[in-house]
């Protein structure tokens, strides 16, 4: 035994061959054009195994639905966005006047370390397509809870895109879960994209791939 363990401690077959890893993607940019005309050039990491490296529709109606509403949703807010990639929705809102913003990218306790008074939450979170990954919405529910303020002025914007199509009634349990867990939920647009993104994806159907509509929805504190 003493043997094999000595052999074993000599050996290499528990290092990686040569060019075993894939070198990382270059960076690739995104555009986008404000209500103002201004255009913003975003850059997304070569790869993501979340999707990353994509700007999604949901971010960009979420941004003009933050613009068009700055005056109400955003000036003078601290504003937290989940999952960010990019982080188009927290750059519209730096832009117009938020007063702290944050992207998630720690635990929701070291988030929270960043605000005059912690223990209050965020005035506004951004959740911009994070519905597809259908195992982690009580997660994703458990976050917000932790994070937004409990005031009757706080708000979840929650903006998603059923690339799936097939799989919608899935998407939509997540606002099920939140009602559930004392949240009042109100649709607030319905937006026809002009193409979709994954063109390629054989499961989309005809409906979808025609019109491809981003459904906004807004989570708001319930008391009682």
């Not at 209500?35 to 070569?46: A, F, M, W």
């Not at 259908?134 to 914007?157: C, F, I, Y």
Request: charged share 25%; with cysteine; proline share 5%.
């Amino acid at each position: 035994m003493d043997d094999e363990e000595g052999l074993l401690a000599g050996s290499d077959i528990f290092i990686e061959p040569k060019d075993y890893y894939k070198p990382e993607k270059d960076a690739t940019f995104a555009s986008h054009t404000l209500l103002s005309g201004n255009e913003l050039t975003l850059r997304l990491v070569g790869h993501n195994p979340l999707w990353g490296h994509l700007l999604w529709n949901g971010g960009r109606i979420v941004s003009t639905h933050l613009e068009e509403r700055a005056g109400t949703l955003v000036e003078g807010r601290t504003v937290l966005e989940l999952g960010a990639g990019a982080g188009l929705p927290s750059i519209v809102c730096a832009i117009n006047g938020a007063d702290k913003g944050y992207l998630w990218g720690s635990p929701h306790q070291n988030l929270l370390s960043h605000l005059d008074n912690p223990g209050e939450g965020f005035d506004l979170l951004i959740l911009a397509d994070l519905l597809f990954n259908h195992s982690e919405h009580p997660k994703l529910l458990s976050t917000v809870q932790s994070t937004l303020k409990k005031s009757q002025d706080s708000r979840a914007l929650v903006f998603f895109t059923p690339y799936r199509s097939w799989l919608l009634d899935k998407d939509l349990a997540f606002f099920e879960i939140a009602r559930q867990g004392g949240f009042t939920v109100r649709k607030v647009l319905e937006k026809v994209m002009e193409k979709v993104m994954f063109e390629e994806d054989p499961g989309v159907s005809q409906f979808i791939r025609d019109s491809s509509p981003s459904r906004p929805w807004r989570l708001k504190p319930l008391f009682s």
